[in-house]
């Protein structure tokens, strides 16, 4: 089982920037990390995916974007301290949302939610104009 925890979201002006971390209870060594947002009167919808293409092969980590997001955010995953994260820059007010972490019980990536097998409870984001 595998409990996850975002946290640093909050209030940003326009063309800022934000980390949002996601803490993992257990070993998502194994695990492809997502991260999707849902804003309101919105579906939920993916932003980005860190994992690997195959698990027989293990080729190297790959990351996927939303285009909306691309060129101004990253995923990255720190196996050492059970951690993803996500690098937002040049905020703009379409990019509020609550933002949910989540993983795969599997290391392949992936960008929809039904991939997915645990989700954290979701940070808000607000950026303002």
């Known amino acids: 089982q595998v409990q996850l925890v975002e946290s640093g979201g909050g209030l940003v002006q326009a063309g800022g920037s934000l980390r949002l971390s996601c803490a993992a209870s257990?070993?998502?060594?194994?695990?492809?990390m997502g991260w999707f947002r849902q804003a309101p009167g919105r579906e939920r919808e993916f932003v980005a995916a860190?994992?690997?293409?195959?698990?027989?092969?293990?080729?190297?980590?790959?990351?996927d974007y939303a285009d909306s997001v691309k060129n101004r955010c990253t995923i990255t995953k720190d196996n050492g301290k059970n951690t993803a994260y996500l690098q937002m820059n040049s905020l703009n007010p379409e990019d509020t949302a609550v933002y949910y972490c989540?993983?795969?019980?599997?290391?392949?990536?992936?960008?929809?939610?039904?991939?997915?097998?645990?989700w954290g409870q979701g940070t808000q984001v607000t950026v303002s104009s």
């Open positions: 989540a993983a795969r019980a599997t290391i392949v990536i992936g960008r929809t939610s039904g991939q997915y097998d645990y």
């Open positions: 257990g070993r998502t060594f194994s695990s492809a």
């Open positions: 860190i994992g690997r293409t195959s698990v027989i092969t293990w080729k190297d980590v790959i990351t």
